[in-house]
């Protein structure tokens, strides 16, 4: 069993930045692909960043040019560099780790966005 853990969530006024970060309790983003995804009221979670064990990144169109997604595989960890934020980013942030069938989820940080 693996537990990922996040942190670095908050509150900042628009045009603002965050980190988020997500501790693995094994080392596996050598192996893993790593993501964030995120959840808003009333709203379905959807992906924002995914990064392969490769080292291929993807984006949400909607955070494209203001979020950066990178993995340290000597720390065990997967953030998320979001800078220029908006209300609309405001959401509970998930990491996430799979390989095949198997799949990890984090408690969840929330992020809020507001003047």
């Known amino acids: 069993q693996v537990q990922l853990v996040e942190s670095g969530g908050g509150s900042v006024q628009p045009g603002g930045s965050l980190r988020l970060s997500c501790a693995a309790s094994?080392?596996?983003?050598?192996?893993?692909?790593g993501g964030w995804y995120r959840q808003a009221p009333g709203k379905q979670r959807e992906l924002v960043a995914t990064?392969?064990?490769?080292?291929?990144?993807n984006y949400a169109d909607s955070v494209k040019g203001r979020f950066t997604i990178s993995r340290d595989n000597a720390k065990n960890t997967v953030s998320l560099q979001m800078n220029s934020l908006k209300p609309e980013d405001t959401a509970v942030y998930y990491c996430?780790?799979?390989?095949?069938?198997?799949?990890?989820w984090g408690q969840g940080t929330q992020v809020t966005v507001s003047s």
């Open positions: 996430k780790a799979w390989l095949r069938s198997y799949d990890y």
């Open positions: 094994r080392s596996i983003f050598n192996i893993y692909h």
């Open positions: 990064i392969t064990s490769g080292g291929t990144t």
